[in-house]
């Protein structure tokens, strides 16, 4: 169950911006140990939860590698995003209304220090495993380099130090076609709606791969000239979006994904990837286009000790997320446990993706 925390003092952005107070949306699973050394702290992606039991299944959870039986799992919603967490739905003291468009910028950095702040107030100190995948993993790297006595050992999946001009392309496409929207940020029913489905169907191309789409999209019927299956889903998945997340949300967190540059402040990406002390383990998907392979390259080249595995999935970008079978077993060898996933389990888990000709579970977008 979702919990809050609601933290009554100014705190200061990266832009000189000041949100008067926090809350932090967090979820816990399991129990602290006596020794308190057995916290695994999960960065969520762009528009998922705190609740990555629900997003990352086949990963964590009963009888998976991050199994709450063995490890007190923490992961914060992060700021910006709908899920509870201070963001464009909150009320500045200032208006007495939601922020909405005038929610400042939360970078990255912004976020790791956050994080900080909440484990500091859960009473968390020393964590066994960081780990974070996507923008998540974006956090985890601002988070080691800002603290790096902090945690034992580090995972980071299909992410990079600093993003790139591709991935900005991408988000700032994505907001052209929120801005194209006139509700967008207004009152209106279905404020926002257009735009965001618009920029739901952009993003679906960066996250997927061309194999996806022509595995799980393509047309049985010979002769068909209109009403494309990979236009229905195009179209689905901006409706799916629509239904659980806040446009303006949206439109935050793509400008803090693009913010992220590990090496700002710090000597540049070199210099502050050399400050992380964990062991780290950097997890590359070969037909990721968004975070491609020589971007997790950087990121275990700097890392003093660091190792990277480079992990096959025809879902691109989304194979983070679909391929948690894969994961868990790097992820376990990695931890150094005598733990694999029980054969029923993988079983169980590998015949559900299969089994769903054209929907693939746990996508970016959860």
């Known amino acids: 169950m979702t919990r809050y925390l609601y933290i009554e003092h100014p705190f200061q952005l990266e832009s000189g911006s000041v949100l008067p107070n926090l809350t932090a949306a967090y979820d816990t699973f399991g129990t602290l140990n006596a ?3 057995n916290v695994i702290w999960i960065c969520h992606a762009l528009t998922a939860n705190s609740d990555c039991e629900d997003w990352w299944p086949g990963l964590v959870g009963p009888g998976c590698t991050i199994d709450p039986e063995r490890y007190f799992i923490v992961c914060v919603n992060m700021l910006g995003s709908t899920y509870g967490s201070s963001s464009p739905r909150s009320q500045n003291p200032a208006t007495g209304r ?6 400042p910028l939360v970078t990255t950095k912004d976020n790791a220090r956050f994080f900080s702040l909440v484990a500091n107030y ?30 034992d050992l580090l995972c980071v999946l299909a992410t990079n130090a600093r993003h790139s001009a591709w991935g900005i392309a991408f988000n700032e496409s994505q907001r052209m076609a929120m801005r194209a929207d006139p509700t967008l940020g207004t009152d209106a029913p279905d404020a926002g709606k257009a735009g965001l489905e618009a920029a739901r169907a952009v993003a679906m191309l960066s996250y997927r791969h061309y194999r996806t789409y022509v595995g799980t999209q393509s047309e049985e019927e010979a002769d068909k000239y209109d009403d494309y299956r990979a236009s229905s889903y195009q179209r689905y998945q901006g409706y799916k979006l629509w239904k659980r997340f806040d446009p303006v949300c949206y439109y935050a967190l793509s400008r803090g994904m693009d913010s992220h540059d590990v090496g700002r402040g710090r000597g540049g990406v070199a210099s502050a990837l050399g400050r992380i002390k964990a062991p780290t383990l950097v997890i590359s998907i070969d037909t990721d286009i968004l975070f491609p392979i020589e971007e997790q390259a950087v990121i275990s080249r700097h890392i003093p000790n660091s190792r990277l595995e480079v992990m096959h999935s025809d879902y691109g970008h989304d194979g983070f997320l679909t391929e948690a079978v894969k994961i868990g077993e790097f992820l376990s060898d990695f931890l150094g446990d005598q733990l694999r996933i029980d054969a029923t389990t993988k079983r169980a888990f590998t015949d559900a993706l299969t089994g769903r000709k054209f929907a693939v579970p746990g996508s970016e977008e959860v």
Do not use: C, K, N, T
Not at 98 to 103: D, Q, R, S, T, V
Not at 131 to 150: F, I, K, T
């Open 35 to 37: 020794a308190r050394d």
């Open 98 to 103: 939601a922020y909405g468009l005038e929610f």
């Open 122 to 151: 859960l009473g968390i100190g020393r964590v066994r495993l960081l780990m974070g995948g996507s923008m998540g993993g974006q956090h985890a790297l601002e988070w080691a380099s800002l603290e790096p006595d902090r945690f």
